[in-house]
């Protein structure tokens, strides 16, 4: 199908803080290239209809333009920044927030051979494919019911769910499907990553979060690295910087008292890390992060 009543009703429908008058429902309107910039991921699927963006998860990169998505089923520390974006021609996406409930709800009322066999390997916690046409005419039916007050809160939830039929029946599904497995590899990637996140600051043994993750520590190690492109430790590391800049926007002038609270108890070390994540050292970077946050909204990258 033509992306340009996709388009249209982006453009019709985004507003400022990305949010539709759809519970789960995102509209993304971009009017300039920004610096990668990082943030956790959720676990979304993000259709482009105009632009193109770029997403970095460990040593893997993502791009993604008109007419493809991007799945993720793990909330993963993220790189992101949209590459062609302009005054004239913005860069505009759909997002739409995946439930585990969701997922599993669709799974159990499948019948015998309604879905593609699933594969050995756990899959990457992040996927990206062209749409296909029955995807996109999903996608575009709910964008419509933002002009149809009256019908929407019936119809919203059905067409919802067909979108989820049609990620978990195509080219991506196996990394779908695994949201919503109870036992699953993912799952039990997914408790870690939650534990990891929850914990960021502390010291743990990678024995320890893998027997907790219900996993031998060889499956875990293999099927982490899998999920999220990342170690464990590599992943911690994310986090604590991630959150270090967030906590710097606020607080710029004290920088080491951020990074002992994330977790470095080495200054020279904490400096070192974030340069290398972010570019400029964590005084130089928390002054501008500072400046940003009392622009107007919408400067922010």
Same mark, same amino acid.
């Given at each position: 199908?033509?992306?340009?009543?996709?388009?249209?009703?982006?453009?019709?429908?985004?507003?400022?803080?990305?949010?539709?008058?759809?519970?789960?429902?995102?509209?993304?309107?971009?009017?300039?290239?920004?610096?990668?910039?990082?943030?956790?991921?959720?676990?979304?699927?993000?259709?482009?209809?105009?632009?193109?963006?770029?997403?970095?998860?460990?040593?893997?990169?993502?791009?993604?333009?008109?007419?493809?998505?991007?799945?993720?089923?793990?909330?993963?520390?993220?790189?992101?920044?949209?590459?062609?974006?302009?005054?004239?021609?913005?860069?505009?996406?759909?997002?739409?927030?995946?439930?585990?409930?969701?997922? %599993?709800? =669709? *799974? @159990?009322?499948?019948? #015998? $051979? +309604?879905?593609?066999?699933? /594969?050995?390997? &756990?899959?990457?916690?992040? !996927?990206?494919?062209?749409?296909?046409?029955?995807?996109?005419?999903?996608?575009?039916?709910?964008?419509?019911?933002?002009?149809?007050?009256?019908?929407?809160?019936?119809?919203?939830?059905?067409?919802?769910?067909?979108?989820?039929?049609?990620?978990?029946?195509?080219?991506?599904?196996?990394?779908?499907?695994?949201?919503?497995?109870?036992?699953?590899?993912?799952?039990?990637?997914?408790?870690?990553?939650?534990?990891?996140?929850?914990?960021?600051?502390?010291?743990?043994?990678?024995?320890?979060?893998?027997?907790?993750?219900?996993?031998?520590?060889?499956?875990?190690?293999?099927?982490?690295?899998?999920?999220?492109?990342?170690?464990?430790?590599?992943?911690?590391?994310?986090?604590?910087?991630?959150? %270090?800049? =967030? *906590? @710097?926007?606020?607080? #710029? $002038? +004290?920088?080491?008292?951020? /990074?002992?609270? &994330?977790?470095?108890?080495? !200054?020279?070390?904490?400096?070192?890390?974030?340069?290398?994540?972010?570019?400029?050292?964590?005084?130089?970077?928390?002054?501008?992060?500072?400046?940003?946050?009392?622009?107007?909204?919408?400067?922010?990258?």
């Amino acid at each position: 199908m033509s992306l340009e009543e996709f388009r249209v009703l982006l453009e019709r429908h985004a507003r400022p803080d990305w949010r539709t008058a759809v519970d789960g429902v995102l509209i993304s309107k971009v009017d300039r290239p920004d610096p990668p910039a990082p943030a956790m991921s959720g676990t979304v699927l993000a259709v482009i209809a105009q632009g193109a963006k770029r997403l970095a998860l460990g040593e893997r990169v993502y791009e993604y333009g008109a007419g493809q998505y991007l799945v993720a089923s793990v909330d993963l520390p993220v790189t992101g920044q949209f590459t062609q974006a302009g005054p004239e021609r913005p860069a505009l996406g759909f997002g739409l927030a995946l439930e585990p409930y969701a997922v %599993a709800e =669709l *799974l @159990l009322r499948a019948g #015998p $051979g +309604d879905l593609p066999r699933a /594969g050995g390997a &756990v899959p990457s916690g992040i !996927a990206v494919s062209d749409a296909p046409a029955a995807l996109l005419d999903a996608v575009v039916r709910l964008l419509r019911l933002l002009d149809e007050p009256r019908d929407r809160a019936v119809l919203a939830p059905l067409v919802k769910r067909e979108i989820l039929w049609r990620l978990i029946t195509g080219e991506q599904g196996a990394t779908v499907r695994e949201l919503g497995l109870a036992d699953s590899g993912l799952s039990h990637v997914s408790r870690a990553v939650r534990w990891i996140r929850e914990h960021y600051a502390e010291s743990f043994r990678v024995e320890d979060v893998a027997r907790m993750s219900g996993m031998s520590v060889s499956a875990f190690y293999r099927n982490f690295q899998a999920v999220t492109a990342m170690s464990p430790i590599q992943f911690q590391k994310q986090i604590r910087l991630q959150e %270090a800049r =967030l *906590l @710097l926007a606020t607080r #710029p $002038g +004290d920088v080491t008292g951020v /990074g002992r609270r &994330v977790g470095y108890d080495n !200054a020279s070390q904490f400096s070192r890390e974030y340069r290398r994540q972010f570019g400029a050292p964590p005084s130089r970077d928390a002054a501008r992060l500072h400046d940003l946050t009392r622009a107007p909204a919408g400067i922010l990258p």
